[in-house]
């Protein structure tokens, strides 16, 4: 009963950002630039969803507390419709679907190669999530869902390269990537046979 | 000499307000329905452009007034009209330096005495891939400069903006190097788009456009317009401008619209108008070359970015 309410809690707080976009967008409350508050904003949300399925596995480990590992899933598939959102939007409504120039912006600029990179990981991952899917997969499950780190070191880069000079809010989620991951390291390195998840 | 004429927006490239403002209305709502089918997006991407090509109508007194880049206050484009409060744009001095017959510190009242200001409507494109259309309220910086009478050795003029952390919470962060300056070579400021800006729909300048003075050059990146300036001096070798020491690959002396050259992280060639869905192509020198190309004859504008 608790953790059902601990599961649905968590479900409606990561559809929160998103309805409330929605709630500006219908009210034509999104700024001056409407197109870019949409765009960061599913950008920015799919960003943090990813830092809290990571830290999931941490959480876990550190409290002892076994039952939260039930949210990793659909944390890790909010993040994922984020990402489509956020994809969704640069693709329509940033570039009309030109993909001729989307083409070009994706070879010729980092930010946006790293993005769309990072993208297919999370993509693949959110495919590979349903339980038949981790049935049929067996122990290949887990090491094509290691991807999630490069996705994570993708997408703070992609966020870096957004910033004209500001490095502020980078450097703090550069920080807390850090400390996720350097955490799996830690403990793969100190327990030897131990599997991060 | 033959009569400068200001490049005018034709009025059949206007949308009429009203139209202007139910399409806004129903794409902001379309944006709405995002998560959104692409069908929809589909029939938007296919209408837009096309729109976009035709009409054009000047951006919004709110957007114009609350979507800055003026990094004096924030480094948030949406934070900046908030956080205006304790400016103070008079009094308000500016000092005239430099290779000029009589260097002075003028009230700004003085300074633009019985100089008319003129009412033009200019294409705004930021280095960031954004555009607005602005209606300024502005005085010729030619009309100025001729007032100051700059000696031959002047080639350059150098604009800053004020230094006073206490009125501009932004300047108590390195984020640039403070104070905030531009420049133009003489010829460019001479050039009759070249406007120093009091007002924008008729209205004084608030403090987020940079009150009370400040510079525009249509044809070139918005952040060549120095903002709230109380510096002017006359030099003769180019001067260091904030951005191009700030970030030389990404930002030049120069800084001419160009849609053929990238920024290193960007493309260049489309920019988004503020308050529309899509993009619109990026004209060479903001659609100013008529007026302004020949100031480049000869130079690699790739080089000279």
New interface residues.
């Given amino acids: 009963m608790g953790q059902k309410v601990m599961w649905w809690s968590v479900f409606l707080l990561a559809l929160w950002p998103a309805g409330r976009l929605a709630l500006r967008a219908w009210r034509g409350d999104l700024g001056p630039d409407p197109l870019i508050t949409l765009e960061h904003g599913t950008g920015f949300w799919a960003f943090m969803l990813l830092l809290a399925t990571l830290s999931i596995t941490p959480i876990r480990r550190l409290s002892g507390w076994n039952p939260i590992i039930k949210l990793r899933k659909m944390l890790g598939n909010w993040c994922a419709a984020y990402a489509v959102a956020h994809v969704t939007i640069y693709l329509i409504l940033d570039q009309g679907l030109d993909w001729p120039s989307i083409w070009a912006d994706a070879l010729d600029h980092k930010r946006i190669f790293l993005g769309l990179a990072a993208f297919l990981i999370l993509l693949t991952l959110s495919a590979t999530s349903p339980n038949f899917m981790v049935r049929r997969l067996g122990r290949r499950w887990g090491q094509i869902h290691r991807a999630i780190y490069a996705a994570v070191i993708l997408v703070v880069i992609h966020f870096a390269l957004t910033q004209k000079l500001d490095w502020r809010e980078p450097l703090l989620w550069g920080g807390v990537v850090a400390l996720l991951l350097g955490a799996r390291v830690w403990w793969a390195v100190s327990k030897g046979k131990r599997s991060p998840g | 000499m033959s009569r400068f004429i200001v490049p005018r927006i034709a009025p059949s490239e206007i949308t009429d307000e009203k139209h202007f403002w139910d399409r ?2 129903w794409l ?2 379309v ?6 089918s ?1 069908l929809i ?2 029939r ?2 296919a209408t ?2 096309q729109r976009l090509a035709q009409a054009d109508t000047p951006t ?1 007194y ?2 114009i007034t ?2 800055n880049n003026f ?1 004096e206050f924030s ?1 948030d ?2 934070e900046v009209a908030s956080l205006v409060g304790n400016f103070r744009s008079t009094p308000w001095t500016v000092s005239v330096e430099g290779e000029v017959k009589r260097p002075k510190r003028y009230d700004l009242a003085e300074l633009l005495r019985g100089l008319p200001v003129e009412d033009r409507t200019y294409r705004h494109r930021c280095v ?1 891939g ?1 555009s607005m259309l602005i209606p300024w309220n502005g005085i010729p910086l030619a009309a100025i400069i001729r007032r100051l009478e700059p000696t031959s050795r002047a080639k350059y003029i150098e604009f800053t903006t004020l230094l006073d952390p206490a009125q501009m919470p932004g300047q108590r962060r390195a ?2 190097q403070w104070p905030y300056v531009e420049a133009l070579r003489i010829d460019e400021a001479m050039n009759p788009l070249a406007l120093l800006i009091t007002g924008i729909y008729g209205k004084p300048l608030l403090p987020q456009n940079g009150a009370p003075l400040r510079l525009v050059t249509p044809w070139k990146y918005g952040f060549k317009g120095a903002k709230s300036i109380v510096r002017i001096r006359f030099v003769e070798r180019q001067p260091a401008t904030t951005w191009a020491l ?1 970030a030389p690959d990404e930002y030049g002396f120069y800084a001419n619209v160009n849609p053929a050259v ?1 920024h290193p ?3 260049q ?2 920019e ?1 108008r ?2 529309r ?3 619109q192509p990026t004209l060479p020198f903001n659609g100013y070359g008529a007026q302004v190309a020949s100031l480049y004859t000869g130079m690699d504008l790739r080089v000279n970015y």
């Fill in positions: 806004r209305t902001t709502k944006a709405g329905a995002i998560g959104a692409t997006g589909q938007l991407s837009a452009p919004p709110e957007s609350h979507y990094y480094t484009k949406e960031e954004w984020t640039l700030t990238d992280r960007w493309s060639a489309t988004r503020i308050g869905f899509g993009r």
